[in-house]
């Protein structure tokens, strides 16, 4: 992961089974400019896990900016499960958002103790999304 932002971060993983020094949480910081290569192989049962920032103080800042996503893990029980990434397999991560009249991100907000609340509800990061459903079965993910 290269740190592209002009700020330090960090990345760490919800539900994600690996080694402690892959964590990433707010003592493996990345300084603006640098490179952090974790590395695992993933072994564990058929999960949906999670990724953000773990920077003390500035988490939900980060989050809110959209350093987060999922990871969608698969094995052999989860193989009867619907598949077809965006057809009958869809991901689903919902944010709320406040934006400028210029429709730049609005960053001064009260953070509460639920972190920085929006007026928008966006959800794969589109506002009022619309997907329209051609399988009889499917299966939708949350992180």
Known sequence: MSNKL?????LHWHGMLLPAEM????HQMIEAGATWNPSWTIEQPAATTWYHPHLHGETA???YRGLA????IDDEESARLPSRYGV???PIIIQDKMFKANGELHERMNLT???MLG???LVNGTYDPY????ASRVRFENG
């Open 119 to 121: 007026n928008r509800i």
């Open 6 to 10: 002009r700020e330090t971060t960090t």
């Open 69 to 72: 996503g999922l990871f969608l």
């Open 23 to 26: 964590d990433g949480g707010p």
């Open 88 to 90: 009958d397999d869809i």
């Open 113 to 115: 103790p639920f972190g």
């Open 131 to 134: 997907l329209r459903i051609t």
């Open 61 to 63: 800042l980060h989050v």
